[in-house]
């Protein structure tokens, strides 16, 4: 597990928690497309063309426009967006932190 994964944990399995049915079947729906919107967002932060290009795949199939009335590519790309902003806010974190490195490897000097 990357420490993107850490630094986001399912945004979409959240969503689905709070807004749960009484109905199975469209929990199950529900789970199906947070699972892939997750995998999806992860696939652009870490960029995994293949998984990436695998879930597009999904987003405009029949069997997604089965399980709900989502726009499938509405939904990529709000996706692509969270995962841009964390893609940005990640490379922050990391050129902050090496930086506080590279400033006490100077002092330690």
């Known amino acids: 597990m990357t420490d993107v994964r850490l630094f986001r944990s399912s945004d979409s399995v959240t969503r689905l928690i709070k807004n749960a049915s009484n109905d199975?079947?469209?929990?199950?729906?529900?789970?199906?497309?947070?699972?892939?919107?997750?995998?999806?967002?992860?696939?652009?932060?870490?960029?995994?063309?293949?998984?990436?290009?695998?879930?597009?795949v999904f987003f405009k199939s029949q069997w997604y426009r089965s399980l709900t009335h989502l726009n499938g590519y509405r939904l990529m790309r709000l996706l692509s967006e969270e995962a841009m902003e964390t893609r940005r806010k990640v490379r922050r974190q990391r050129q902050t932190e090496e930086r506080r490195r590279a400033r006490e490897l100077a002092n330690a000097n």
């Open 24 to 56: 199975p079947y469209e929990n199950l729906a529900n789970a199906i497309i947070c699972v892939a919107a997750d995998d999806y967002r992860m696939a652009i932060i870490e960029d995994d063309d293949k998984n990436k290009e695998s879930l597009e």
